[in-house]
Every structure is written in structure tokens, then in C-alpha cells.
């Protein structure tokens, strides 16, 4: 008998451990973290829809804060200053969770996205800074980027190399942070490098159609340019046209966003070299940065961060399968 | 009657069709459009966006409303001046990186640099202002060309200072306030266009100057002709022009800060399409401060608005240009057919069913017969259209005529004539006060007296606005005849509110009682309305009950009176209800009798056509003004008639070899004195069994 209930009081034992070990155990951070989302909203101001950059930070976003019941909102300035400061304004009024700006320059924006923070919303620059900083700056370290860029120019037209020595740039808006930030990086290489002369120097304000006359007319000036670099593949694309209607053989060294058409680009000989801040990278980095303010909750303003983005030099050469991203439908 | 025409009656009594041509012929009508749009706009995005009614959108709006406005008014007041500037947006860009080089660069005092950047823009549309106005160049072409040296230089600036710009801040809060200050809670920006807009109203509404930049717009040969400097005139409106577009750049330069590329592109079709929705004519001559702000208002909604519901690229502008295509097109149609839309739509036949005209053979008392034949003519060929003619205490004979004179005939042959008094308009009915002036009614003047020295006086040009009426009826349009009361208050006749002197026979064609009649009291000064809706009132005479008197109703052919004291004070009725012909001036008799003018006599087609008010439209509408039909006022008589309204006696002029057609008679010493609005004489004809002492001074005032 007592054996009996010896091998009933295991046996209730063991079922009551089975039953233990089908339950699991709830992750306790789990429901807070999707709390944190709910009814958020992330309202987004580049300078324009429509291209790869903004297209793809928008596509990274969505797809990453959507999920989790965040309200993506894109206020489309299309170039527009006056446009993107109203959006700007208006998004004060409104009050989204975090608004993500993407500057056109260092200065039109400034005063706005302190305003904002004052309002108790959070900041979120991407790859062009404002000269005020907010809680959060993703994007490429542009004076870095120029310095690296100025040391390519260098090895490569130096006439110590057997080159001319002499290279142009074509700046995007000249007061956008990608412009400003970089010359100030390429300056400081280009400084030491007495034997590089730089011919050239001016700004097509992003768009192709400025770049290809600005280059046209260096390459008539200077038929023996060494290179060009340009700061933005998409305007450089006219560049690139220059350079082929001239026949001559000018070292096209631009940059942007990785995407395909960068790659087809180096492929087919458009451009020769593209500097990438990855966007896909990019826009992860900012879902994740206002993951975490949404989470913590900080003072908008108190806390600072600068993610710089790792740059990648792609040539015809390094460049792998898997090397770009692409749009839906690209 | 036909149960058609009870129909139509009552349609025509139901709907208000003359309001429509009423509403056209205002003013404000051009306003009308651009409001309606501007509530339509603000309707609309108020429903699709959230909030949008909300203050801080609302000061948001203003803000940046401050700005644009400045831009629309610059460009509105060289359109008014008939040219046009595309230049607006590039003169603001570069009022903004000139306002911010001057005080970061330069590190100038925030006052100068407004003012030196204002120069700066002042001095671009000198540029324009010489080559449109003094050159005489095209302003599209030339502005548009502006346009693209302004840009350069804006871009030339940009390379060599935007940098130095982006790095330095400028540390004065004084800066700050112009575009981010705010002034009893309302933006900086705002106060100031509001001040501008007022000011420019007064200066175009007021002044001399803004009266010359209309006038250039609305016809520069005609502006010249008159002595404007044409050329200096539009110089000066670009000018103008530039400096706003520069202060407009300051502001945005406070709010922003930015020199970026991109400033004020584009700019000027936002600017154009407000200017243009706002109801600003492309042309020339016709703006205001008013349609400046109504249309920068309606764009800065439409604009802000798509933004905030986060269009796609592109279709901000894709739908500006769209609302300045469609804006462009209503002013452009609109321009041109107002006028035709309102010379359609303003004349609004009525139903108007007269009774049945009594026969002009015998033994009617309108029986036709040769009795005017014996009639003696004063002044023949010297007097031109006296509508009235009236005799003073001495037997003088005075006659309104066409050119704005009242004439003096001298007893005791009237051969010998002055001119009496010279009133400036056409002389109407007559009458003499107690002191012995003569009032007279002036067509589209008012009510004047002229004294016995022939010193003219205005005694009203105006009396109480109906509350509903939509033209404004305070003003005298047309005054007719009058009549003077025992107590001195004078009633006249207004015979059409809706028509203008030479208009009058239009006024017959819609028989609605347009009319009314007004009481003046000189003790008082005062004038007022005592009836109204009466179809074309015309002759006016005291009762000799001195409580009433008697009014004619030239399209109703009816006289009816109207007690104004006693018992009955407040009381019409129609003493003859159904005269053959249209009367016109009623005069008192020597027997206590009156005597009627007929003007003309009806017609059956005529007759006809008042009860088809559906045809007369149309006539109106689709034939030549002088090929309408009108009534007949080629005929006419007098006729005498008692205080019960039963006709005593008829006189014609068969032949009609001296008076076919007549407006008023006289009864003076036995004598008759008749006058007609177009003849070129006064009868006088010998009555008899009359009163050989009777005048009507001595029957209204007693003799002296």
C-alpha cells in the first residue's frame, strides 16, 4: 500500500514538472516595449520625396516602426525651404512623438528644431545636421568623408603620380550640410597638397542638370582635369554626361546612398568611384534611435547622440552582388 | 384669366428677378468670387484637416501669410498699373541674403539693414521701372528676365557668402522679433502687412497718386491724355514693388535664418496666382489691397494645407498652376462678359396686366378733337425740352431745358427770355415755395432750390437706404416732379430707382415699381421714403384739401392719391384706375379741378406685351437697345379731371402740328401753358370759362 502511494505521489510528481516546463516563462520586458509604441507617431520632413535617399530612409522607417503601431507621417516639402519650414512649423502645432528632419542646410531649419524640442518633441536629423544639434544625428561624418575623399584626389592626380594635379568639385547646396562640412574635410587634405589644384569649385545645388554645364565648361577649360568629384551620384549623373561627351578621361569620384543605380553606375562606367553611407543602415539606425527615446523617455534636448555612418569607397573593382540596395519595384 | 397667366403672374411676383442684375452691377461683386473661392478653400482643408480651425494653426498661417502677402501686394499694385512683375520672387531672395550678409557679414545694426536692404529692392524695380516704364519694353518679357539676372546675382552672393552665413549667428533679439515676434499675441509679420494693405487701400482709394496708378491701368492713352505722367507712374509702381518684395525678404530672412538656394523659387506664380484668384485683373485698372489679401490667403491655405496632408512631390505645384489657370481664366472671361452678362441680365420685365383702355372716340370724355389747335407758341426753336413749365405772382413763365438751364420767359409777351438760373442737370418738375423760390427736381441730382435772385441751392440728393434693397437707394437718381405742402414739406417723386435719367424709357419695359415717393422737410432737413414700389410715379399735385395729394403712375396708368395728414393720413387709393395713355404732371385748376398730361398714349401691343414678361426679356436680351419695343409717347393730351376722378375734359392736338407729345400744363390767368420733355416750344392756350384771375402761387400761398 505504501509503495502504492509512493509511486501515485511520483507520478503526480512528474506529470506536475511536465506541465512546468510546457509553460514558459513571459518575457518581462515585452509588453512594456510594445506600450511604448502605442499610438506614437514619427512625422518625417526631408527636402524632397522621390529620390533614393529619402525614398529609402522612408521605406525603412515604415517597415520598421509601422509594425508596432507607430503612425509614420511625410511631409514633402519637394526642395522647398519655405515649404519644409512650414511643414516644419505645423508639425509644432500638431505635436508628433519625434519628427525626423532631413536639412536642406545648416541654418533655415535651426531655430525651428529648437522650438520643437521646447514643444517636447524629439529631433531626429538624417545625413544633412542641422547647426543646432537635437537628440539624435544619423548620417555620414561629412568632414571625415572629405578628408578621405581629398586623400583619394590626391593619390590619384598628384603629379608625382604622372597626373595633371588638377581636380574640380561640384558641391550640392552649397550651405547643406553635405557641402559646407565636406569642403571643410577636403580643405584641410588639400591644404598640405600644394601640388593638387583644385580649378574648380562650385555649386549645382543637387541638381544634375547645373552639374553636367558646370563640368562641361571645366573640362573645356582644363581638357587635362584628372577629377571631379561630385557630392551626390544623383546630380552627378549629369556630370558623368559631361565627362562622356567630352571624350576625355576624367576620374569621376562621387558619392550617395548606395543604391542600385550606383552600382549600375560603376558598372557600366558612369562613375569611376562612389563613396557609401549606407541607407537601409541609415534608416535602422534611426528606427532604433527613436526606439530608444520612445522607450526611455528622456527631455528631448537632454540627450545627444551622433551616430556616424560607416563609409564604404566602391569602385568597379570591389564592388559584390549585395554591394547596393534597392527600391520595391527598382 | 387664363390659368397660364395666373401662373406666370405669380412667378414673376415670387421670384425677385431684377436682385440678380442688381447683385452684377455691384462693386463688390469682383470681391464676391475670390471670397466665395477663399471660403471654399478654407472649407474644405478645415474639413480634411484636423485642428485646422486651431489657434496655433491659425497663427501659424498668419505667419507665414505675413510674408506672402507682402509679395501679392507688390505684385498686385504694378498690375494695377497694367504691367506685371515676375520678378517678385527673385528680388525676394535677394532681399534675403542681402538682409543676411549685411548682418552677419557686415555686422550692421538690424534698422539699416532693413532699410538698406528695402533700398537694394527698391533698386531692382528701378531697373524694371526704366525699361517698362520709360523704355516702354514688354513687363513679362522684361521682369522675366529680371528674374533670371536677380537669381544669378542671388547665386553669386550665396557662393561667396552663404558659408560664412550658415556659420555665424546673429545675437539680436530685436532681429528675431521681425519674423518670429509677436504683438498682442498676433505675428510681427502680420501687423505689418496689415498696415501696409491699409495703406495701400488709402492710397488707391484716397489719393491722388493711387488714383493715377488706376487710371494708368485702366487706360494709359486716356491716363495720359488727362496729364498723369504715364511713364513715372509705372516706373514708380515697380519700384514700389521691389522694395516690398525686399521687406518681405527681411522678414523671412529674421524667421529662417537660411541662405539657402532654393529661397523665393518659384515664388512668383504663387504670387501671380494670388493676385490673379484674389480677382487683381491681369489687365490692369482693377485691384485692391483687398483682393490681394483675399487671394494670398486662399494660396497660403491651399499651399500650407497640401503640405500638412503630405501630397506627393510635385502636385503643390501641379495644383498651383492649376488654380492660377483657372483663376486666370475667370478673370479673363469674367472681364469680358460682365458687362454683357449684366446688360442681359439687368433689365427684368415684371407681369404687369393694365385694365382695359377706355375708347378716344365719343362719347368718351377722351374723346379726340382739334382743341389744342388755338394754342399761341412762346419760344419757338429757342427752348429745348421743357418737361415742366410754371408761372410766378408776375406772370413770368419759367421752363426747365435740355442743357441744365432754367429759363425766364418775360410777361406780358414772352418774346423776351434770360436764363433764370443754370442747375447743371436736366430741370424737371417745378413748383414755387411759399417765399417764392423755385424748387425744382433735377434729373440725377436731387431736389434744389433756386431763390428769386436765381442763387441754386441743394435742398436733398439723398434719403433713407432700405434695409434690403441691394442697389443703394439713399442716392437720387431720378427726381421727377414735386409738390409743396401746406406745412412746407415738399414730396417729390423718384420715378426709377434702377435706371439713370437717360435710361428711362428702359424703365417701361420691366413696369415694376421701381419708383417711390420722397418726403423733404426743409425745417427739419430731413428726407424720407413715404412710398415705395410705384410704377414710374411722375406728376405730383396738392390736393385742395391740403392733406392729400395726387400722384400719377406713368407705366400702372393710374393716378391715385395719398393722404398725408387728417383723418386718412397714411391712406392711397386709385382714383382713376384706367387712363388711356400714360400720365405724367397733374396740376391744380382754377375750378378745384386737376389738370393731367398724358405723355403718350397705350397700345394694344404694348398692353399685350406687359402681361408676357417672358417676351419682353427676351427682346431685351436678343435685339438691338433701340429696336425694342417701347411705349408709345408720340401722342399725348391733357385732361382735366375732378377730385371723385371723373375726367372733365380732354384737349387734343390731332395733327399733332404743335404738341404730339406732353409732359406738363399750367393753368395761369385763363391760360393754359403747355410743355413737352422733347419739344422746342411752350403753348399757351386761351381757356375758356376759367378763372380769368386764378394763378397758382395765389391757390397754394394766398395772394400777397
Not at chain 2, 497718386?209 to 494708368?216: D, E, F, H, I, M
Request: charged share 20%.
Amino acid at each position: 500500500m505504501k509503495l502504492l502511494k509512493t509511486l501515485a505521489m511520483g507520478a503526480a510528481l512528474t506529470a506536475g514538472a511536465g506541465a512546468a516546463t510546457a509553460q514558459g516563462i513571459d518575457d518581462p520586458t515585452r509588453a512594456e516595449y510594445y506600450d511604448a509604441f502605442k499610438g506614437k507617431t514619427v512625422a518625417y520632413v526631408p527636402v524632397a520625396m522621390g529620390f533614393d535617399l529619402t525614398e529609402g530612409w522612408a521605406m525603412g522607417l515604415r517597415d520598421a516602426l509601422e509594425p508596432l503601431g507607430v503612425t509614420f507621417d511625410i511631409r514633402d516639402p519637394n526642395w522647398n525651404t519655405a515649404a519644409g519650414a512650414q511643414a516644419i512649423t505645423s508639425l509644432i502645432d500638431e505635436k508628433p512623438d519625434v519628427i525626423v528632419v532631413h536639412n536642406p542646410d545648416v541654418q533655415s531649419y535651426a531655430r525651428l528644431l529648437k522650438k520643437a524640442e521646447d514643444a517636447g518633441i524629439y529631433v531626429v536629423q538624417v545625413n544633412m545636421r542641422s547647426s543646432y544639434s537635437t537628440s539624435a544625428f544619423i548620417g555620414a561624418d561629412y568632414v571625415g568623408m572629405g578628408e578621405a575623399i581629398g586623400q583619394r584626389l590626391v593619390d590619384l592626380c598628384s603629379p608625382s603620380n604622372g597626373a595633371s594635379g588638377k581636380v574640380a568639385i561640384t558641391q550640392g547646396v552649397l550651405t547643406a550640410a553635405a557641402s559646407a562640412y565636406q569642403m571643410k574635410g577636403i580643405n584641410n587634405v588639400l591644404e598640405k597638397h600644394p601640388e593638387i589644384q583644385l580649378v574648380s569649385n562650385q555649386a549645382a545645388d543637387w541638381d544634375s542638370t547645373k552639374a553636367r554645364n558646370i563640368a562641361a565648361t571645366v573640362i573645356q577649360q582644363h581638357p587635362d582635369l584628372c577629377a571631379i568629384t561630385g557630392f551626390w551620384d544623383v546630380m552627378d549623373v549629369g556630370t558623368a554626361a559631361a565627362i562622356k561627351d567630352s571624350g576625355k578621361d576624367v576620374y569621376l569620384l562621387t558619392q550617395g546612398g548606395g543604391n542600385q543605380s550606383a552600382c549600375d553606375g560603376l558598372e557600366n562606367g558612369t562613375y569611376d568611384e562612389v563613396v557609401v553611407y549606407n541607407v537601409p543602415g541609415q534608416a535602422r539606425d534611426m528606427a532604433n534611435m527613436i526606439k530608444q527615446l520612445m522607450q526611455l523617455n528622456p527631455e528631448p534636448g537632454s540627450m545627444k547622440t551622433t551616430l556616424f555612418t560607416q563609409l564604404e569607397f566602391l569602385t568597379k573593382d570591389n564592388m559584390k552582388p549585395g554591394s547596393c540596395w534597392s527600391l520595391p519595384g527598382q | 384669366m387664363a390659368l397660364s397667366e395666373t401662373i406666370v403672374r405669380w412667378r414673376y411676383r415670387a421670384i425677385p428677378d431684377h436682385l440678380l442684375g442688381e447683385v452684377l452691377a455691384k462693386r463688390w461683386i469682383d470681391n464676391a468670387i475670390p471670397l466665395l473661392i477663399l471660403v471654399a478653400v478654407a472649407a474644405t482643408f478645415g474639413a480634411l484637416i484636423p485642428g485646422f480651425f486651431g489657434m496655433s494653426s491659425i497663427a501659424n498661417l498668419m505667419r507665414q501669410w505675413g510674408e506672402f502677402s507682402l509679395l501679392v501686394m507688390a505684385l498686385m499694385i504694378v498690375m494695377v498699373a497694367g504691367g506685371i512683375d515676375l520678378s517678385v520672387g527673385s528680388t525676394f531672395a535677394l532681399g534675403n541674403i542681402v538682409a543676411l550678409t549685411l548682418m552677419t557679414v557686415a555686422g550692421l545694426p538690424w534698422p539699416l539693414v532693413v532699410v538698406l536692404t528695402m533700398a537694394c529692392g527698391a533698386a531692382v524695380g528701378l531697373v524694371n521701372g526704366l525699361l517698362v516704364g520709360y523704355l516702354r519694353l514688354r513687363a513679362f518679357l522684361t521682369t522675366l528676365v529680371t528674374l533670371i539676372i536677380v537669381r544669378a546675382i542671388v547665386d553669386m552672393l550665396l557662393l561667396k557668402y552663404s558659408v560664412a552665413i550658415a556659420s555665424s549667428f546673429i545675437d539680436a533679439d530685436a532681429w528675431y522679433f521681425l519674423g518670429e515676434g509677436t504683438v498682442f499675441g498676433v505675428p510681427f509679420s502680420v501687423w505689418l502687412a496689415a498696415i501696409v494693405a491699409v495703406v495701400i487701400h488709402i492710397v488707391f482709394s484716397r489719393t491722388r497718386p493711387g488714383w493715377a496708378v488706376l487710371a494708368t491701368g485702366g487706360s494709359r492713352r486716356s491716363a495720359h491724355n488727362v496729364g498723369i505722367p504715364v511713364r513715372r507712374v509705372i516706373c514708380m509702381t515697380y519700384v514700389t514693388s521691389g522694395a516690398l518684395c525686399a521687406l518681405s525678404g527681411v522678414l523671412f530672412a529674421s524667421r529662417l535664418g537660411g541662405a539657402g538656394a532654393d529661397t523665393g523659387v518659384g515664388l512668383e506664380i504663387a504670387a501671380l496666382t494670388a493676385a490673379v484668384l484674389g480677382g487683381n485683373s491681369l489687365g490692369g485698372g482693377r485691384g485692391s489691397a483687398a483682393k490681394a489679401v483675399i487671394g494670398s490667403v486662399t494660396v497660403m491655405i491651399l499651399v500650407n494645407s497640401l503640405v500638412r496632408l503630405g501630397v506627393n512631390s510635385g502636385a503643390n505645384s501641379l495644383l498651383l498652376g492649376l488654380v492660377l489657370l483657372g483663376a486666370v481664366a475667370i478673370d479673363v472671361r469674367w472681364l469680358k462678359n460682365r458687362h454683357k452678362l449684366l446688360s442681359k441680365v439687368y433689365v427684368a420685365p415684371t407681369y404687369a396686366r393694365l385694365p382695359a383702355a377706355p375708347a378716344t372716340t365719343a362719347p368718351s370724355p377722351y374723346a379726340v378733337n382739334d382743341r389744342l389747335n388755338g394754342v399761341e407758341l412762346i419760344g419757338l426753336g429757342e427752348i429745348d425740352g421743357p418737361e415742366d413749365v410754371i408761372l410766378d405772382a408776375d406772370d413770368n413763365l419759367y421752363a426747365g431745358n435740355r442743357v441744365g438751364d432754367i429759363i425766364r420767359f418775360f410777361a406780358p409777351d414772352y418774346t423776351r427770355q434770360e436764363v433764370f438760373a443754370h442747375v447743371g442737370g436736366r430741370p424737371l418738375g417745378m413748383a414755387f415755395d411759399r417765399e417764392g423760390s423755385l424748387l425744382v427736381c433735377i434729373g440725377g441730382m436731387g431736389l434744389y432750390a433756386v431763390s428769386k435772385a436765381g442763387e441754386v441751392r441743394k435742398l436733398t440728393d439723398e434719403t433713407n437706404r432700405s434695409l434690403l434693397s441691394v442697389i443703394d437707394d439713399s442716392r437720387l437718381r431720378l427726381a421727377d416732379d414735386l409738390d409743396i405742402a401746406p406745412d412746407g414739406r415738399v414730396f417729390f417723386s423718384e420715378a426709377t430707382t434702377r435706371y439713370e435719367m437717360h435710361e428711362w424709357p428702359v424703365d417701361s419695359l420691366e413696369s415694376r415699381g421701381n419708383g417711390r415717393i420722397i418726403c423733404h422737410d426743409p425745417a427739419t432737413g430731413t428726407t424720407r421714403t413715404v412710398l415705395k414700389h410705384l410704377v414710374f410715379p411722375n406728376g405730383i399735385c396738392m390736393a385742395h384739401d391740403g392733406e392729400s395729394f395726387y400722384f400719377a403712375e406713368t407705366w400702372a396708368c393710374r393716378i391715385s392719391r395719398y393722404w398725408f395728414a387728417g383723418p386718412r393720413s397714411g391712406e392711397v387709393e386709385v382714383v382713376i384706375p384706367d387712363l388711356p395713355g400714360y400720365p405724367d404732371n397733374i396740376n391744380r385748376a382754377s375750378d378745384g379741378t386737376y389738370w393731367l398730361a398724358l405723355v403718350g398714349m397705350r397700345t394694344p401691343t404694348m398692353d399685350l406685351a406687359l402681361r408676357r414678361p417672358g417676351f419682353r426679356k427676351r427682346m431685351a436680351r436678343r435685339i438691338a437697345f433701340d429696336e425694342w419695343l417701347y411705349p408709345n409717347i408720340n401722342t399725348g393730351c391733357v385732361i382735366r379731371f375732378d377730385d371723385t376722378g371723373r375726367v372733365v375734359e380732354t384737349l387734343w392736338d390731332r395733327k399733332g402740328d404743335n404738341h404730339p407729345m406732353i409732359t406738363s400744363m399750367r393753368e395761369h390767368k385763363g391760360h393754359l401753358y403747355i410743355g413737352g420733355i422733347s419739344n422746342n416750344r411752350i403753348g399757351r392756350l386761351k381757356l375758356d370759362g376759367m378763372d380769368a384771375v386764378w394763378t397758382g402761387p395765389a391757390a397754394y400761398w394766398g395772394s400777397k
